[in-house]
């Protein structure tokens, strides 16, 4: 069983910033890509920025310039880095990792609240 844990949410004012972690409970390097995906009330998961095992990384258009994804393969852990945060990125924010395999499986994690005031 893999297990991803997300840390590093919380409140914040509009034009902060924040850091998230993704914990992987296997090595990061078992996975073909990881992101981090994110839900508000009401609304459909969304993709925010996913990174691939070679580093490659895409982002939506939304947080483009202001979200960085990174990974640090050592610690098997994946990082969120939040800046300029808007009351509209307020959501629940979920770690995605797509375990290689002969059959991919997607694994979550828990998500982590954060809300960005006005």
């Known amino acids: 069983q893999v297990h991803l844990v997300e840390s590093g949410g919380g409140l914040v004012q509009a034009g902060g910033s924040l850091r998230l972690s993704c914990a992987a409970s296997?090595?990061?390097?078992?996975?073909?890509?990881m992101g981090w995906y994110r839900q508000a009330p009401g609304n459909q998961r969304e993709l925010v920025a996913v990174?691939?095992?070679?580093?490659?990384?895409n982002y939506a258009d939304s947080v483009k310039g202001r979200f960085t994804i990174s990974r640090d393969n050592a610690k098997n852990t994946v990082y969120l880095q939040m800046n300029s945060l808007k009351p509209e990125d307020t959501a629940v924010y979920y770690c995605?990792?797509?375990?290689?395999?002969?059959?991919?499986?997607?694994?979550w994690g828990q998500g982590t609240q954060v809300t960005v005031s006005s």
């Open positions: 296997r090595s990061i390097l078992d996975f073909n890509a």
């Open positions: 995605n990792g797509v375990l290689r395999g002969l059959v991919p499986i997607t694994y």
């Open positions: 990174i691939s095992g070679g580093g490659t990384t």
